[in-house]
């Protein structure tokens, strides 16, 4: 429309007034819609000085890194470096059953490496980055705003269930934050302009802790990671197949560590079971769990058992946010 392509003008003018000609600016990507869309206006702005890094914590969705890295360079001809950083994410959660401990070593190894990319671009460059982009919209803006009165000092800070978790304390780098007057479908409208993939546009909400809060418990276990990634993208591609992505706000697999006997040929088997989830809400902070129709969850359980090794027992969340939260951690 051409009230976002006047937005677009306007904010790359104003990320062109900030940054200076010789000035270069950093971006984490996390693969969902926010970071990308910010990451694309800034690139249109100053071309590569912009510098940004996708990092794989062992924790994404089945193929996800493969899938994101083509869309930033095959489509948006993004500056990415992708950084797998698997190991170390793994080994620092081993043993860990706490869904909070486990956001906090998560949110503290992603600085570490986001400071290790600053200090190996510094070296490159000869200069510190002098900027941070961050996809932070509107909603994000007001909620972090403390009520007038409450004596708060923290005024404008990262939540701590937004995907980057802090920012390297040394380096001293200024937000940009292009998107921090808009709500989310201008976001997507943007995104269209800037020619983000529809389908890219409208992926559903993802955790920063990924998989970390979907496998319940230890998620070093066994092959725990990888069976919930294959039962997750069944879940999602019968989703996508039935028509019904478009209207659930998020959808995934849970992975339980609880083994249940089942019998499968004339086999009794003691297999995992897993839950599925899908929700319809507004914004997140209320949810409803979504009706499928019996048809669809039978197909998908029997899909799920046939295909995935060790997984026997499929069931299905009738939830909805309140009582319960979106994720199971
Ligand atoms: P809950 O589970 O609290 O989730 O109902 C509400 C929304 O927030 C997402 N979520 C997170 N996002 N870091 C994130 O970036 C987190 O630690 C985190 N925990 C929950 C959840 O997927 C849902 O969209």
Redesign the pocket.
Known sequence: SWKMENVLDEEIKVINETVGPDEHVICALSGGVDSTVAAMLVHKAIGDRLHCIFVDNGLLRYKERERVMETFERDLHLPVTCVDATDQFLSELKGVDDPEKK?KIIGKEFICIFDDFAHELEQKLGRKPSYLVQGTLYPDVIESCPPPGSGSTHSHTIKS???VGGLPKDMKLKLIEPLKLLFKDEVRQLGKILNVPEGFLKRH?????GLA?RVIGDVTLGNYLDTLRLVDEIFIQSIKDAGLYDVIW?AFAVFLPVRTVGVQGDQRTHGHAIALRAVTSED?MT?DWYPFEGKFLADVSQKICNSVRGVNRVSYDITS?PPS???WE
């Open positions: 956001r269930h937004h995907n909400p993802f955790p920063g802790p809060v998020q997140g949810a946010k939260t979106i994720e």
